[in-house]
């Protein structure tokens, strides 16, 4: 019998540490987030501040996020996206269910369709300036902001986790071409 | 002659430099230009016309310039067609000229130019046409251009941003650095961009007092100020060469133009700016009389800016012809440098009495009411002669026809312009809110009117901002001639040579151009433009685009303002692609896409191929093997034995919701709502058009919940568009669509021994046909991990589909690899699945199909016509032209040579040599056939089976019978065993 694969999961063929490229930027990647999608259905959203997760509101200003674990960001008008990385999917599962109550929703398990890459350090923006077209600065994309957008010519969330933190979750398959975009659009701040 | 003065200038005589001129040591200081290096060293030819080969010199001191373009460097870093006016000396630097053959001195091109009219506008619609263009080609392909390309790849790098902020300042002259001192001061976001290497515009080039002190000093103060400011962003080398729509400009900065070697050689900025000010500045026109294009004829205020500038004087006898005021400051500014000057002729019918006066203080010759004639001299300027016959030599002519002001970028907004009678040009009619102009760009002449723009523009920024510009900065006092803005009509000299008399240097459109033009009926200026080419070069028109328009009112006897200018369009000066593309070459030019198992499928050997932005093994050849040979023999395995495919990233889409039924049914052109809970069926998807976009299975998981899948580069798409009919067709359906390709990694599992492969995992799924018929889905448990288990086939064998989440794909491919040692299971890539596909006669969208092919043309015409209700698409099945019996349609194809039975072949009747009846899409050796086969739109092909046609490739023909799509088990026993 072929052995259970559950234990031979494979490794991320990213650097684990991630890279200092300077006192000022520095890329790290986290360990695998549990990573949820909740859409509300059109009726419930007249509702949707009532909602609690873990005893917290969803957060219904656009391209913002809360909490701390999990973090929900609002990602587009009727989505949220869940990420932690305290607790399994099931028991953030069953919160959700039980904070969306007798509502029209759906909410689906991505923990294996996404990987977070973390940009920290005062160039961050300037870096992020490089591939894509929205205002980074504090005054436009403040810390509790996050947003839905193209960075890299990729879909990607990004969420201001702190004045110089940004958190850019992408998707898995693309993991590698984007760190390796951030390394060249690194060089070209250096150059800079 | 042009010779360098002895004192004088912003260059820095402590650093010569040196460079080479067509091989030629010159001798150069830090802060020269190419071109001003070129005129100190008295080098008068620098290019050729680029239809008649007339030998040109340097023209202008700036941005304008339309014949100084010359070649930089060699190998990989040649830069051709370099404005000379805008590139600063380094040392070593190569220049070379282009456009001539053998020398730029001794050009055989010239003959065109004894032929000239032979050569006139528009001749080669005229003129090729007999026996045939191709006949003509080579020559005319070798001909025109005027450099040539570099043919190594490009080592340099380039950069490309994105930028923010409250006012886009478009240029760094005295208007443009006084409103962002103010808008700095006020706390405003500020980017500013200049095009020259140093800010400062006009002032560079004069000589005033400002503030009681000289220019330089208020430069130097203000210039610092802002670059001490955080808020700041100052540009020079940098161009704004676009204005877009919601205030979004491109910058193209020359950052290896600024005096170091940087690891970047250019920036393309996209600058998204709340509100834009424009001092871009005016452009001095040239006055059209004959010969006007010979060297030694310059623009007035480029003498004035490199005597001033660059202590270069641009001849030993230098007349000035003008029709405005502007031109006696230059004389002024020659004379005070020590440069003789010899006479100013001015067209207007008086003189400017105080700036005259000056002038023959000076012992300058100055006559109104004068009129140049003639240019005298082959291949430089010997001479002028004036209207009333007189002839004066000189060695350098300083015009004038009067200031356009840059209205390009303003016009990039579409907004709006007028002509001004006044300075005879045409300035913006009106501010917009996030749109302003000031200075120059405005018809303003002298400093303190620019001065008072540029106040009032910033003034009006910080109102919009709720900002108070009052005390912010102490206007500029200014002491300057009083220089106005009057400009005498372009009246040429009549009775001369219209064929000689240049209207666009850089491509070569003379008065007589136009005269052609109007006996053509192009009489708008819009069909001018088209059919002379005049403003149609590199240069925009930036010299010729308004003596255009005044010769043709002259000439149609209309007034300038109901001529009307042409549209300008970005680019403002030239953009490398470099630029533009920025980091996104190579590797980067578009995202690369890993399979979770990609380390695994590397290990053994796979060959790549990027399909849908994946990158995916389309074999695993052994030592030794082609990918040919590799194809053939992963095939023949899969249906000999067993084969693991890695499918991951086949398109994965929940839907679901109480609609999720009914939602999918408007999408597949057969019924979706009756599918039982575990079964699958496969679809096709329409657009509107009845076109097919899409096919794939939809599963139903439960009651209300459906998993769509759809060809592996379809995946976004039609998630987008699923997502685009439920937002906005149906918003009333309780429907949620969720993309979940990445989720999931998707073994293929297929052959005939497939089911003792999956009997060794420990799984709760069922695998023989009772429990689990072909197109079944369950859900369950495999070698301990959740997953999903499609009984489905790609293939035509027997085939499973397993589906772990992501971060198990690599170890299931390993563990299905080892577990299946003992059956010889192998691996099997993208080209093998298209083969064995194509055995089965299945349909490939988008290879086998394209933007026209409807289900009827696929076989698919009965299923969609049984489906009642409706669904996107079913209207346009029963347009007449779906209808046509003669439309291309899918059949299948045998013949004898696979050499030419290869996709794209064109296939006509035997014994016809024109048209064709369609052509191969897929083709392929079947190695379980043992003989070529092929898939084809043929037109009315499905009712033309056994039908001979001839396949054409290239050169090559073959004959090929017309058969039905299934090559293989075309009963589809081996899938359902």
């Known amino acids: 019998m072929p052995e259970p694969i559950k234990t031979l999961v494979a490794q991320s063929t990213l650097p684990a540490g991630g890279r200092v490229f300077s006192d000022a930027l520095r890329v790290s990647i986290p360990p695998p987030r549990v990573t949820l999608r909740l859409q509300v259905g059109a009726r419930s959203l007249k509702t949707v501040d009532a909602i609690r997760i873990a005893g917290r509101p969803l957060p219904i200003s656009p391209n913002s996020w809360t909490g701390a674990d999990p973090v929900i960001s609002r990602i587009a008008p009727d989505t949220w996206l869940m990420q932690s990385a305290l607790h399994d999917a099931a028991d953030v599962l069953k919160a959700v269910r039980r904070g969306c109550g007798r509502r029209t929703f759906v909410v689906t398990d991505l923990s294996d369709a996404f990987v977070t890459l973390v940009l920290e350090g005062a160039q961050s923006p300037a870096l992020l300036a490089r591939g894509c077209g929205l205002d980074w600065s504090l005054s436009a994309f403040r810390t509790s902001s996050c947003a839905r957008t193209r960075l890299a010519q990729l879909p990607v969330v990004v969420r201001r986790a702190s004045f110089e933190r940004f958190e850019c979750i992408i998707d898995r398959s693309a993991a590698q071409y984007f760190y390796d975009w951030l390394q060249d659009a690194a060089a070209a701040l250096e150059a800079a | ?977």
Request: contains cysteine; charged residues 25%.
């Open chain 2, 1 to 977: 002659m042009g010779f360098r003065l002895d004192t004088g200038g912003h260059i820095d005589r402590s650093q010569p430099i040196r460079i080479r001129w067509n091989g030629r040591k010159l001798s150069a200081f830090a802060g020269d230009t190419i071109a001003s290096a070129l005129l100190a060293n008295d080098v008068r030819i620098v290019g050729r016309g680029i239809k008649l080969h007339r030998p040109r010199g340097i023209f202008s001191a700036g941005v304008e310039e339309p014949n100084a373009l010359v070649t930089l460097g060699r190998g990989a870093e040649l830069e051709p067609s370099a404005r000379a006016t805008m590139i600063p000396v380094r040392e070593g630097l190569e220049v070379r000229a282009q456009n001539a053959w053998p020398s730029i001195k001794f050009d055989l091109g010239r003959v065109l130019d004894f032929t000239a009219p032979l050569w006139h506008a528009a001749f080669y619609h005229k003129t090729f046409i007999w026996p045939s263009w191709d006949f003509y080609e080579w020559f005319i392909r070798r001909t025109a251009g005027i450099a040539k390309p570099p043919k190594k790849r490009d080592p340099a790098r380039y950069d490309a941003l994105s930028a923010h902020c409250d006012l886009l300042v478009g240029g760094g002259g005295p208007t443009g650095l006084l409103a962002a001192q103010v808008a700095s001061r006020a706390g405003l976001s500020v980017i500013l961009a200049e095009q020259d290497l140093e800010c400062g515009g006009r002032l560079l080039a004069t000589n005033l007092l400002i503030n009681d002190a000289p220019v330089a000093v208020w430069l130097a103060s203000v210039l610092g100020e802002l670059a001490a400011s955080r808020n700041v962003t100052l540009l020079t080398a940098t161009t704004a060469f676009g204005l877009y729509d919601h205030g979004c400009a491109g910058l193209h900065q020359r950052l290896d133009l600024q005096g170091r070697t940087p690891s970047i050689r250019q920036r393309y900025w996209r600058v998204h700016a709340k509100r834009t000010l424009l001092a871009t500045g005016a452009i001095e026109q040239p006055l059209v009389f004959e010969q006007n294009d010979l060297p030694g004829i310059m623009l007035a205020g480029a003498i004035r800016q490199y005597v001033n500038r660059y202590a270069v004087a641009a001849g030993r006898h230098v007349v000035f012809a003008t029709n405005n005021d502007s031109a006696y400051l230059a004389a002024l500014d020659l004379v005070a440098a020590g440069a003789p000057v010899q006479l100013l002729i001015d067209s207007r019918a008086e003189a400017p009495a105080e700036l005259a006066g000056w002038l023959r203080k000076q012992g300058v010759e100055v006559r109104a009411g004068t009129a140049i004639a003639k240019a005298v001299g082959r291949r430089e300027l010997r001479a002028i002669k004036l209207g009333s016959g007189e002839v004066i030599a000189c060695d350098a002519l300083g015009m004038s026809g009067g200031w356009a002001p840059s209205i390009h970028l303003y016009s990039h907004a579409r907004a709006p312009i007028a002509f001004d009678e006044e300075s005879r040009s045409f300035v913006p009619r009106e501010s917009r809110p996030s749109l302003l102009t000031a200075g120059s760009v405005n018809g303003r002449t002298t400093l303190a009117e620019s001065f008072a723009d540029a106040m009032r523009a910033a003034e009006r920024v910080l109102e919009q901002a709720g900002k108070s510009a009052d005390g912010l900065v102490a206007w500029p006092r200014v002491e300057e001639p009083p220089v106005s803005a009057r400009t005498g009509a372009v009246e040429r000299v009549q009775g001369g040579r219209e064929d000689k008399q240049w209207l666009d240097f850089l491509h070569d459109v003379k008065v007589t151009d136009a005269r052609i033009a109007l006996a053509e009926g192009y009489e708008h200026i819009e069909h001018l433009k088209r059919y002379t080419t005049c403003g149609m070069a590199a240069d925009q028109g930036k010299t010729s685009n308004l003596n255009a328009l005044l010769t043709l009112a002259e000439l149609t006897n209309r007034k300038p303002a109901d001529v009307g200018i042409t549209t300008f369009r970005p680019p403002f000066t030239p953009v490398t692609l470099g630029a533009l593309a920025g980091r996104q070459t190579g590797e980067r030019y578009a995202p690369r896409r890993l399979l979770p198992a990609h380390a695994e499928h590397e290990a053994l050997g796979a060959h790549w191929w990027e399909a849908g932005g994946w990158m995916r093994p389309a074999c695993y050849p052994r030592a030794g093997e082609t990918v040919h040979q590799a194809v053939q023999r992963e095939a023949a395995a899969v249906r000999a034995g067993v084969g693991i495919f890695d499918a991951t990233p086949l398109g994965k889409i929940e839907v679901t919701g109480t609609d999720a039924a009914k939602f999918l049914d408007y999408f597949y052109i057969n019924q979706v709502t009756k599918l039982e809970i575990g079964r699958v069926r496969y679809g096709l998807m329409l657009d509107e058009n009845g076109v097919i976009i899409d096919d794939g299975t939809v599963a139903r998981l439960g009651r209300s919940q459906f998993l769509v899948t759809t060809t592996s580069g379809g995946a976004s798409r039609i998630a987008q568009w699923l997502e685009e009919w439920r937002q906005c067709e149906w918003p009333d359906l309780e429907v949620f669509v969720t993309p979940v390709t990445t989720q999931w990694a998707t073994i293929a599992v297929a052959g005939p021994r497939v089911r003792d492969l999956l009997a060794r995992f420990e799984t709760d799924f069922a695998f023989d046909r009772k429990s689990l018929p072909h197109m079944s889905f369950r859900e369950g448990r495999f070698a301990g991990v959740p997953a999903r288990l499609y009984r489905v086939s790609f293939s035509g064998e027997l085939g499973f589909e397993i589906n772990v989440p992501a971060r198990y794909g690599a170890a299931l491919w390993r563990e299905l690899l080892s577990a299946g040692a003992e059956f010889a299971v192998t691996p099997y890539g993208i080209e093998t699945v298209l083969l064995l596909r194509l055995e089965k006669g299945y349909l490939h969208v988008g290879v086998d199909t394209d933007g026209t092919t409807a289900p009827a043309d696929v076989g698919w015409g009965a299923i969609a016509a049984r489906k009642r209700s409706d669904f996107i698409g079913k209207r346009s099945l029963t347009r007449s032209d779906n209808l046509r019996p003669d439309r291309l349609q899918l059949v299948g194809l045998t013949a004898g040579d696979a050499n030419v039975l290869v996709p794209g072949a064109h296939l006509r009747l035997p014994g016809t040599s024109e048209g064709s009846d369609g052509w191969v899409t897929s083709a392929a050796m079947s190695p379980a056939l043992r003989r070529p086969i092929a898939l084809a739109l043929v037109r009315g092909g499905r009712a033309r089976l056994g039908e001979k046609l001839m396949v054409h490739d290239l050169e090559k023909t073959c004959e090929a019978t017309i058969v039905d799509t299934a090559f293989f088990d075309p009963e589809d026993k081996r899938a359902h065993a």
